[in-house]
C-alpha cells in the first residue's frame, strides 16, 4: 500500500508565504504523477497544480497561477507546492495525491489512486 502524508499548513496573513510537503512511503511506481488538490468549507475539491514523475511538466490552476509552484524531490519521495502572496481566498484543506504508473498530468480528482490525510491553510485578511 501506499501513504502521503502532508505537513507545512498553517495559520498566516494574506501575503505570506507557506511550503506544504508530500511524503511518499510504501509501495512506489517507477512513475507517478503527483498532484496537489484543496477543498474549502462547502465547496467541491478541486484541482491546483500537479507534476510529473521527472519533474518537466506540471499545471496550476489558473486561481494559483504565477503565485504557487509544485515541485518534487523523487530521492526524498516528497512533492512541494511552494504558496507565494497567499489570499484569503486560499484558504482550504489541502491534499497531496499520486496518480499511480501515469506520465500524464491530470485535473480530476477521480483520476488519482492515493491520497494523503490533508492540512488546513488558513489565510486572514
Known amino acids: 500500500q501506499v501513504q502521503l502524508v502532508e505537513s507545512g499548513g498553517g495559520s498566516v496573513q494574506a501575503g505570506a508565504s507557506l511550503r506544504l510537503s508530500c511524503a511518499v512511503s510504501?509501495?512506489?511506481?517507477?512513475?507517478?504523477?503527483m498532484g496537489w488538490f484543496r477543498q474549502a468549507p462547502g465547496k467541491e475539491r478541486e484541482f491546483v497544480a500537479a507534476i510529473t514523475w521527472s519533474g518537466s511538466v506540471s499545471d496550476y490552476a489558473d486561481s494559483v497561477l504565477g503565485r504557487f509552484t509544485i515541485s518534487r524531490d523523487n530521492a526524498k519521495k516528497t512533492v512541494y507546492l511552494q504558496m507565494n502572496s497567499l489570499k484569503p481566498e486560499d484558504t482550504a484543506v489541502y491534499y497531496c495525491?499520486?496518480?499511480?504508473?501515469?506520465?500524464?498530468?491530470?485535473?480530476?480528482?477521480?483520476?488519482?489512486?492515493?491520497w494523503g490525510q490533508g492540512t488546513q491553510v488558513t489565510v486572514s485578511s
Open positions: 510504501g509501495r512506489t511506481a517507477s512513475t507517478y504523477v
Open positions: 495525491a499520486g496518480d499511480w504508473g501515469s506520465f500524464r498530468i491530470k485535473v480530476l480528482s477521480r483520476d488519482y489512486d492515493f
